[in-house]
């Protein structure tokens, strides 16, 4: 069963725009906890534009489900990631003007400082370790050698093509595809995230050895409509919809599945 790690670093956004002490990330956690989420996904961005030092301090108290801390390796961010100690750490790239994570780690020209910042948090704490990394093979292999024991294949160059360039966008899918194969087969767990939404989650039937999808964006914006624990229950059908389908459509004809955008775009691969 596909897993869904709820990032709620939007949250904080919204709180952050005004200075106020509202919406609350811990009932916003707690909130999609109940919803069925199976991890909750924080960034504490080194310019602390949404989640503050005190939000992690305060989600580490109050998770039921593990947390997922992305973050880049700037040595104050690892000092607090050694005194919070977080189930799961998912190292991402940063550049202050993005307005979001744009691309992956590159594992291979940064091996070094990587594996110098990964032994810091090794030594002081267990954790389990993700790499954010485009689909490409040596960065893969780069993630192994780092002793991650997990990769999250960057899929936001995906969901912008399923936008606006579905020929394409089959082509980076099949990059996908390929690279959760060449991942498992080095025994690493491939989980996924950035820009997946209620239309495009289901192409993720595609990729093979999924194990979470981390997604935040798209379920926040959501919850302005129909409240945090639907948007939250709406992406996990979603997304066990899109498990059932790929046992569906494998033994019958895609066309018998549905008929929506995601399904003519899923078609169009057969
Ligand atoms: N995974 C990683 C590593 C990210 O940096 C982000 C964005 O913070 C996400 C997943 C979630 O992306 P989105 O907000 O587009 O769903």
């Known amino acids: ?36 989420a199976n991890s ?38 690892i000092d607090i990631a050694c005194d919070v100690k977080p189930e799961e750490i998912c190292l991402v790239p940063e550049r202050r003007e993005e307005r979001t994570t744009e691309g992956g780690l590159d594992c291979v020209a940064n091996f070094s400082a990587l594996d110098e910042a990964i032994s810091r948090l090794r030594k002081s704490f267990v954790f389990k370790l ?11 292999k780069a993630a192994e050698q780092l002793g991650a024991s997990c990769i999250e294949l960057h899929t936001g160059t995906f969901c912008e093509r399923y936008e606006h360039d579905p020929r394409t966008a089959r082509e980076e899918l099949e990059r996908l595809a390929e690279a959760a194969e060449q991942a498992h087969r080095l025994r690493l767990q491939v989980n996924a995230g950035h820009g997946l939404n209620l239309s ?10 999924l194990d979470t999808l981390n997604i935040g964006h798209s379920i926040i914006a959501r919850a302005v409509f129909v409240g945090l624990e639907q948007a939250v229950r709406e992406m996990l059908e979603k997304m066990s919809e899109s498990s059932s389908k790929v046992l569906k459509c494998e033994s019958s004809k895609v066309t018998e599945c549905e008929s929506s955008k995601v399904t003519e775009f899923l078609h169009t691969q057969q």
């Open 200 to 209: 495009n989650v289901a192409a993720m039937r595609r990729i093979p050895h």
């Open 130 to 140: 993700s790499l954010f990394i485009a689909p490409d093979i040596e960065q893969i």
């Open 1 to 36: 069963m596909l897993r869904l790690g709820v990032n709620i670093d939007h949250v904080a956004t919204l709180r952050q725009a005004r200075g106020t002490a509202y919406p609350n990330v811990v009932e916003a956690a707690k909130i999609a906890e109940a919803a069925g």
């Open 40 to 77: 909750i996904t924080i960034h504490l961005r080194e310019d602390r534009r949404h989640i503050q030092d005190a939000d992690v301090y305060a989600l580490r108290m109050a998770l039921c489900k593990p947390m997922n801390l992305e973050m880049a390796i700037h040595s104050d961010i």
